[in-house]
C-alpha cells in the first residue's frame, strides 16, 4: 500500500464530497472528530441566522415563530435515525452526564414498582467513562446503600456479574481509551434474561457505528452531541426511552420543560407524555441549534456507510505506520481487528504526550489521554484517506528521529 | 407629567449610552426583557469569534488556548459582583431546575449530616415559579416521604410557616406573576433563627435588583441568564454557594468538570474544592460564551443605578397610563409602591391575551401569562422613559378603543 492507492480509495469514496461541508483549518489532519467534530458551513450560517433574525429580530415571539419550543424534540428527532429509533424515543437536552442521572433514577423508580422491598444495584464496568461513574456514584449516595449500590467489575468479569441479576446494567458502547466494542445487542438479551434494565452511554458511537437500539430492545440510552455529530464545544446531549417504557415514566430533574403544559403555570408536576417528558429546564438554544444543523449533513448518507469508511480510515492509518520499523515502539491498546473496534485507536506509549505535541507541529492533530495514551479519531465525513496515510507516515517519521524528545513537546498543558 | 418630561429624563439618563449596546429591531418598544433580553453587540462578535476561529480554527485546542475550561467559572465571576458575592462563589453552568436539584441536595446533605434521624421538610411558596416546585417536588418523590417533605403555603403564611423550623426554605425574591419582592435579610435571617438554610431563586432580579448575599449571610441561590442578563435564549443559570458551606458540600449531580482532575479520568470521583465541584457535564460553550459577553454590558455600572432607573421607568409607563380613564378596566396586580416589586409589572384584565397581541401589533412587546396576566418588563440597559411613555400611551388608546375585541387577537399560539 502507499500514498497512491489512499489516494484511488478516495477518488472512489461515495462520501468525499461530505468534506466540502466543513470548514476545516487549511494545512492540518484533524484525528480528533471523536473528541470535538468540526464546525460545519451550514452550522455557521444556521448560527447567523438563529443571533440576527431570530433572537435579534424577532425576540421572545422566535419561541412560537421559529420554533425554538420544539427544537429539543425536532433535534432528537434527527438523531433518532441514527441509533435505529423512532423519532418520538429521542430528545435532546442537558449533558450526557444529568441525562445519565434522569435514566437511571427512572431505571430505579421502575424496579422499585415491581419489588418494592428488594435493593438495586447498579452495575458498569471499571473503566467506563468516568462520568458515569461519578453521577452513579452520586445517585446512589444520595439514596442511600440500604436501596441502591454501585458495584462495577472489569471487562472480563462482565458476564458472570450481569448473571448474579444486578438491576440496572450501564455501560458505554465504545471504550473511551482502546476504542473496544461492546455487542450491544447480544448484551441487552442477556441483561434482560436476568431480568436486568439496560442503560446505553453511545457518546463514542453515535454518528458512526450502526445502531439498532429499537430492534435490540435496549431500554434506555445517553450520546453526545459534539463528537462525531459534530454539534459544537458542549452541545446538548440526548436521551433514548425505549416507547414501551415511557408510560409512568418516573424522573426527579422534572423542570418546566418537560411539563405537559409548562406555560399554564400549574404548581402541580404533570408529566408531558412521550419523550418530551425527559426534557428539564429552558434549552440552550444556540448550542441546541448548532447541534440541529449539524445533523443536516447525516441527511442522505448511512451509518453504515460512514462505519465502513472509518474502518477503512484507521486501516490506512495502521499500514502506513506499519511500514516503519519503529512504530513497533508503540502497543496498540486497541483491538486490531477492525470490527471489534469504533471509529478510533490508541496506542500506549511512556511519551505519549510529547508524540502528540510534535504531531501537532506537523499539523496532525490528535488526543492525548492520561497516562501514556495517544488517541485518533476516524471520523468519515470529513477526513480522507490520503490524510491518514499521510498522518500515518508523520507519525512513523516521529518515532524514527525521536522528535518527540525535542525539550518543547514536553511540557503539560493544563488539559489535554 | 407628558412626553416631554419623559424625554427630558432621558437627556439626564446617565445609562442612556448602553441602548447602543444592543442591536434592537427598530419601531418596537422591547418590554420583554425579563422573559428573553436582547442581543447585543457585544454577543454577535463573540460568537462570530468563537465559531470562526476558535471552533472553527483551533477545534478542540480551544479548551486550553481560548480558555473554554475555565469559562463557567469566569462567566459566574462576572455575575458575582452583581449579586454582592466574591467571584469564587458563583459559577454558570446548566439550567435553574438543575442547579436547584444540586443545591437542594446540598442543603439536604448537610442537615442529615447533623441530624440523621430527623426528618426534613423543604418548605416553599405555592406562587413560587412552577419549575423551582417540580424540582423539590422530584426531588422529594426521588428520596422518599420518610426522609424529605415538600410544604408549599401562601405568602401570607410563610412567616409562620418559616416558625415551625423547616430545614430548606426555597423561594423566589421576586414573584415572576406581580413582581412583588421579598425581602431576602430580613427572611434569610429569620430562618436561620429558626435553623432553617435558605435557597434564593435570583432569576427575575439579577441584572436590575441590587443584592447582597454575602452580606445577607445567604446559604445558596440560583439565577437565570436569559433575562436581565441578555445572555441569549436558554443561557446557562448560575449557582451561588457561600463560601462556607463550600467546604464538604455534597451533591449527587457530580459529572466530570466538577472533579478536582477531570483529565486524569480517575474511575472514583473527587469533588473539586470551591465552588467548581458544582459544575456537571460539560458547558454548552456557545450558549456560554454568549453570556459571558453579554455581561461586559454591566462592567461600569452600578445595581443601584440600573434598579432607580427601572423603577423609575416603570412609574413613567404607569402615569401614561393613568393619563386615559379608560386604564380603570386593568387590574394592577403588582405592588403600587415600586420600592415593593422588582423591574416589572402585572396586571390582570380577561382579555389579558388579545390585548398582548393588540399592543404586538402596535409596536409594544409584553408578555401574557396564563390566565389572564398583562406581564411588562422595564429593563433599564435599554429602554427609555419615553418608549415607556409611548407604551402606556399605546395600551391606554387599545384600552379606550377596544381595539383588543377585534378578531385577529383571539387566536392564542402555543407559546406566549
Known amino acids: 500500500m502507499s500514498l497512491a492507492t489512499a489516494q484511488q480509495l478516495d477518488a472512489q469514496d461515495a462520501l468525499a464530497s461530505k468534506r466540502q461541508l466543513f470548514d476545516l483549518p487549511a494545512g492540518s489532519i484533524y484525528l480528533n472528530g471523536n473528541s470535538l467534530g468540526p464546525v460545519s458551513k451550514a452550522v455557521k450560517q444556521r448560527l447567523q441566522t438563529v443571533v440576527d433574525l431570530q433572537w435579534g429580530d424577532d425576540l421572545i415571539s422566535s419561541w412560537n415563530k421559529h420554533h425554538w ?41 421502575r424496579h422499585e414498582l415491581r419489588f418494592p422491598d428488594n435493593k438495586a444495584t447498579i452495575l458498569s464496568q471499571q473503566d467506563n467513562f468516568p462520568t458515569d461513574l461519578y453521577i452513579a456514584e452520586g445517585f446512589t449516595q444520595l439514596l442511600g446503600s440500604a436501596r441502591v449500590e454501585l458495584i462495577t467489575v472489569t471487562e472480563q468479569d462482565l458476564e458472570s456479574a450481569i448473571s448474579n441479576k444486578p438491576t440496572i446494567l450501564l455501560l458505554t458502547q465504545v471504550n473511551f481509551r482502546t476504542g473496544a466494542v461492546h455487542d450491544i445487542e447480544a448484551i441487552t438479551r442477556f441483561a434482560h ?46 436521551s433514548y426511552v425505549n416507547k414501551s417504557l415511557l408510560d409512568k415514566l418516573q424522573q426527579p430533574l422534572q423542570g418546566w420543560m418537560g411539563h405537559k403544559a409548562p406555560f399554564d403555570f400549574a404548581a402541580d408536576y404533570q408529566a408531558d407524555t412521550g419523550i418530551n417528558q425527559l426534557q428539564c429546564g429552558t ?37 502506513s505506520l506499519a511500514s516503519s520499523g519503529a512504530a513497533d515502539s508503540l502497543q496498540l491498546i486497541s483491538p486490531r481487528d477492525a470490527s471489534k473496534r469504533g471509529a478510533q485507536l490508541g496506542f500506549s506509549h511512556k511519551d505519549a504526550y510529547a508524540i502528540s505535541r510534535a504531531l501537532a507541529e506537523q499539523g496532525v492533530q490528535t488526543d492525548f489521554r492520561s497516562p501514556d495514551i495517544l488517541r485518533l479519531g476516524f471520523s468519515p465525513l470529513f477526513l480522507s484517506y490520503a490524510e491518514c496515510w499521510r498522518a500515518g507516515a508523520t507519525l512513523a517519521r516521529i518515532l524514527e528521529e525521536k522528535l518527540y524528545l525535542e525539550q518543547r513537546f514536553s511540557i503539560r498543558n493544563k488539559v489535554t
Open 69 to 109: 419550543i420544539d427544537l429539543p424534540g425536532k433535534t432528537g428527532g434527527k438523531i433518532a435515525p441514527l441509533i435505529g429509533a423512532e423519532v418520538d424515543e429521542v430528545v435532546c437536552c442537558d449533558s450526557v452526564s444529568v441525562n445519565l442521572f434522569k435514566l437511571i433514577s427512572a431505571a430505579l423508580a
Open 283 to 319: 434549552a440552550p438554544i444556540l448550542s441546541m441549534s448548532a447541534l440541529d444543523a449539524a445533523l443536516e449533513s447525516f441527511a442522505d448518507v448511512t451509518v453504515a456507510d460512514l462505519y465502513e469508511k472509518a474502518l477503512g480510515l484507521s486501516e490506512v492509518f495502521l499500514e
Open 193 to 238: 434474561q436476568q431480568n436486568c434494565a439496560v442503560i446505553w452511554d453511545l457518546s463514542h458511537s453515535v454518528g458512526v457505528l450502526p445502531l439498532e437500539l429499537d430492534a435490540w430492545q435496549v431500554d434506555y440510552a445517553v450520546g453526545c452531541g459534539y463528537k462525531y455529530l459534530n454539534g459544537g464545544p458542549g452541545a446538548p446531549a440526548f
